[in-house]
Structure formats: C-alpha cells, structure tokens
C-alpha cells in the first residue's frame, strides 16, 4: 500500500474529526490528491480535491464544513471534517491519479 490514510473513528453528530493521507514524496510530488468516501449501500464519492499548488474543490455537500490542505514537505494530504452529520459516516479513501493509487480507507461513523 503506497497511500496510508488514518484518523477515522467514531464521533457524535457536530464533531470533529481529521484525516490523514500519507505518502512518499514521489507519490505526491506534483500530482492532485483526493478524498473519496463510500457509504453503505452507495456509490464512491468525489469529497474534496487538492492540486499541488493548493488549489482546493469541495462536493457540495461538504462545502464550508471540510477543508483539505497538505503539506508537501511531508508528503501529507489532511480533510479536516468539522460540524459532522449522520450523513458523512462512510468509508473514506485518499486518491492519487499518480500511479492510480488508494489508500486503504479509513471509517468514520458519526451518532446522531
């Protein structure tokens, strides 16, 4: 697995939590990442993108309450997820079109 992603738990609805997606920095160096998320019974979906210059896009479903940044000296791609609804329980997975790579998911279940 050339992608980890991390930080998936279990948080009451208007909580907080923040993934992590972690690689080489050959992987990440001058590519686009993105976070996907697949609910249960549902189709993978596009949550957010980031460019390597920084230049970020949001579903709007996730619009004003997620942010993704990274940090390219660290070869790291982060979702901060705030004000979480029972809606965003899924499994998340980060994305690289570099190699055509996916971390391995992480799940993140949210309470009402």
């Known amino acids: 697995v050339q992608l980890q992603a991390s930080g998936g738990g279990l948080v009451q609805a208007g909580g907080s939590l923040r993934l992590s997606c972690a690689a080489s920095?050959?992987?990440?160096?001058?590519?686009?990442v993105e976070w996907y998320r697949q609910a249960p019974g549902k189709e993978r979906e596009l949550v957010a993108s980031?460019?390597?210059?920084?230049?970020?896009d949001y579903a709007a479903s996730v619009k004003g309450r997620f942010t993704i940044s990274r940090d390219n000296a660290k070869a790291t791609v982060d979702l901060q997820m705030n004000s979480l609804k029972p809606e965003d329980t899924a499994v998340y997975y980060c994305?690289?079109?570099?190699?055509?790579?996916w971390g391995q998911g992480t799940l993140v279940t949210v309470s009402s």
């Open positions: 994305y690289t079109p570099r190699g055509d790579l």
């Open positions: 920095k050959i992987t990440f160096r001058l590519s686009n």
């Open positions: 980031i460019t390597w210059t920084g230049n970020t």
